[in-house]
């Protein structure tokens, strides 16, 4: 039995789990971001972690960013590291444009169609679990915006239900951000927005953007922003209006229920690991009542039958 199918406690196993990336940030020749951040490492790192897991992912999802300048050389590279890795986990590969996205070059080598300015909105069903993706890029800008013709689009899309229900992939996510700065680069009119997805069967709103992990509630749905693969904004910097760190890379794992859905950040790197409780303990573990179980992983005075006892 995969480990990802075990039901111990009260849930079964989610119906799917999809990956939420966001910006990679690739810049031509695989050149470091900002002289400093590893995009290309960063990312193969974040996808090797990914293929070695336990997690089946049906769907690898990159929020926006994909590049840094919208170089084709840029997209490229990211669609050559990322395609091999989607094909050999078996998951559906869905990109979203960003702000720092251009559309000819990400309708081109992205998607491989021809090389168009117009929206780069999407539909994909998952399993019955129907995924749009929204663009919010406005050309020659670094905000979000709608068009008229983008919500209608839309409302016409969520009139009819999925069957596992909906969720929306967007770039900027329309929440507060926490670094005020960053709200002159937020999605315009949200309001809009809100009138079109109130009461329909969109279960989540996915986005990027903020290069933070965050949540919220928008239109009575939950809101995940997932974390960035090239660099992180430190929420917690000293007379700094804005200020990137080489660190806290990381990505999200969007793990789907029946009636809920569980979003957990997964740092990017390779790290000592100091307690652990080997995969060979699971067949034990299975033959043990709820009971048994409860007083092996449970009580206090067992648990080191097992390992080392775990700090939480």
């Not at 990679?24 to 990312?43: E, R, Y």
């Not at 539909?123 to 995924?131: H, I, M, T």
């Not at 596992?164 to 949200?190: S, Y």
């Not at 034990?284 to 648990?303: D, H, N, T, V, Y």
């Given at each position: 039995?995969?480990?990802s199918?075990?039901q111990?406690g009260?849930?079964p196993?989610?119906?799917q789990?999809i ?7 690739f810049?031509a020749?695989?050149?470091?971001l900002?002289?400093a ?6 990312l193969r ?7 070695r897991s336990?997690?089946r992912?049906?769907?690898?999802v ?7 300048l919208?170089?084709?050389d840029a ?9 091999p890795?989607?094909?050999r ?5 869905i990109?979203?444009?960003g702000?720092?996205?251009e ?7 992205l998607?491989?169609e ?11 069903d ?9 663009d919010?890029s406005?050309p ?8 008229e ?8 899309e969520?009139?009819s ?21 960053m ?6 009119d949200q309001?809009?927005l ?11 709103i996915?986005?990027?953007h903020l290069?933070?992990?965050t ?6 749905v939950?809101?995940?922003v ?7 904004l ?5 007379n700094?209006?804005l200020?990137?760190?080489?660190g806290?890379?990381a ?5 789907v229920?029946?009636?809920r859905?569980?979003h957990?950040?997964v ?5 000592a ?5 080997g ?16 007083e ?11 390992g ?5």
């Amino acid at each position: 039995m995969e480990r990802s199918a075990v039901q111990l406690g009260q849930y079964p196993p989610a119906r799917q789990v999809i990956a939420h990336l966001s910006e990679p940030h690739f810049l031509a020749g695989g050149a470091p971001l900002h002289g400093a951040a590893a995009t290309v490492d960063n990312l193969r790192q974040a996808l090797t972690q990914l293929e070695r897991s336990e997690h089946r992912i049906t769907a690898l999802v990159f929020t926006g960013d994909l590049t840094d300048l919208g170089e084709p050389d840029a997209y490229e590279r990211l669609r050559d590291l990322v395609e091999p890795f989607a094909e050999r986990m078996g998951a559906q590969l869905i990109w979203v444009m960003g702000n720092h996205d251009e559309r000819p070059e990400y309708s081109r080598v992205l998607l491989r169609e021809e090389p168009s300015d117009a929206p780069q909105d999407r539909v994909y069903d998952l399993n019955g679990l129907r995924l749009i993706v929204l663009d919010t890029s406005v050309p020659g800008y670094h905000h979000g915006d709608l068009t008229e013709g983008q919500l209608d689009w839309l409302r016409a899309e969520l009139r009819s239900q999925a069957p596992n229900g909906t969720l929306l992939a967007l770039h900027h996510p329309p929440i507060p951000t926490i670094i005020e700065v960053m709200a002159t680069l937020e999605l315009l009119d949200q309001h809009r927005l809100e009138d079109v997805v109130r009461g329909t069967d969109v279960r989540g709103i996915l986005g990027g953007h903020l290069h933070y992990a965050t949540s919220s509630v928008f239109a009575g749905v939950p809101v995940s922003v997932a974390p960035a693969s090239c660099y992180a904004l430190s929420l917690t910097a000293e007379n700094r209006l804005l200020s990137g760190l080489n660190g806290g890379q990381a990505f999200n794992l969007v793990h789907v229920y029946d009636d809920r859905i569980v979003h957990s950040v997964v740092p990017i790197g390779e790290f000592a690991e100091i307690s652990a409780l080997g995969a060979e303990a699971l067949p034990g573990i299975l033959a043990m009542s709820p009971e048994e179980r409860r007083e092996q992983l449970s009580a206090k005075r067992a648990f080191a039958n097992l390992g080392d006892e775990p700090s939480a």
